[in-house]
């Protein structure tokens, strides 16, 4: 019985092992990679934390406070990652991504699933495997579109030695440099832990 099960449907049950091994390089493709920004580089107890909202393009936003921060405030050891939105959401946008790599690798190997979806998408299905090629991109833009909205959460959230310090998510803003001074001014007290840098020029 399983042995015919397996050869009636070898090409589905390939199609999605193959789609399990290419979310795996996916999640490993997706994550931050370790840069200057996110490694250690202070070493004197005060640890700046920014996880930011990577499909919103943030990046480049973490890249200037980075910046701003460590051109005054050389001794802080900043990191910065990704956000990951409500578990809800990371968990659907992780079903779409291994629902358009099924379709996909059934479209590219000739599966014919119109005869387990049902009546009214067998139409569309038929139509899909007549037009692969249009049909995949489709599908891969598509669900690359309702992913990226899945995880998009806006987030800039700025927490000093563990403790929260902004968040845009409740202010609906970035903060402005001067406010970001005053923050870690207030928080560590740098006037007896930290000297600021005597070259920055405000």
């Known amino acids: 019985?399983?042995?015919?099960?397996?050869?009636?449907?070898?090409?589905?049950?390939?199609?999605?092992?193959?789609?399990?091994?290419?979310?795996?390089?996916?999640?490993?493709?997706?994550?931050?990679?370790?840069?200057?920004?996110?490694?250690?580089?202070?070493?004197?107890?005060?640890?700046?934390?920014?996880?930011?909202?990577?499909?919103?393009?943030?990046?480049?936003?973490?890249?200037?406070?980075?910046?701003?921060?460590?051109?005054?405030?050389?001794?802080?050891?900043?990191?910065?990652?990704?956000?990951?939105?409500?578990?809800?959401?990371m968990l659907l946008s992780k079903v779409l991504l291994v629902t358009k790599l099924l379709l996909i690798a059934a479209l590219m190997s000739n599966y014919d699933i119109g005869r387990f979806i049902g009546n009214p998408f067998a139409g569309w299905w038929q139509w899909c495997f007549n037009n692969k090629l249009y049909a995949s991109m489709m599908i891969f833009f598509l669900g690359n579109t309702l992913e990226a909205q899945l995880i998009s959460s806006g987030a800039f959230e700025i927490t000093l030695n563990d403790v929260p310090v902004w968040s845009k998510l409740e202010t609906g803003r970035f903060p402005a440099p001067q406010e970001m001074f005053q923050i870690i001014d207030n928080h560590l007290q740098f006037a007896n832990k930290i000297e600021p840098n005597p070259d920055f020029v405000k």
């Open 1 to 89: 019985m399983l042995r015919s099960f397996v050869r009636s449907h070898f090409t589905l049950l390939a199609a999605v092992l193959l789609a399990g091994l290419a979310v795996s390089l996916v999640e490993g493709e997706k994550e931050i990679p370790l840069t200057k920004f996110s490694q250690d580089v202070g070493g004197y107890g005060a640890t700046m934390t920014v996880l930011y909202c990577y499909s919103c393009g943030y990046r480049k936003a973490f890249d200037d406070y980075y910046n701003i921060i460590r051109e005054k405030y050389p001794e802080i050891t900043i990191r910065g990652g990704n956000y990951d939105p409500s578990g809800f959401n």
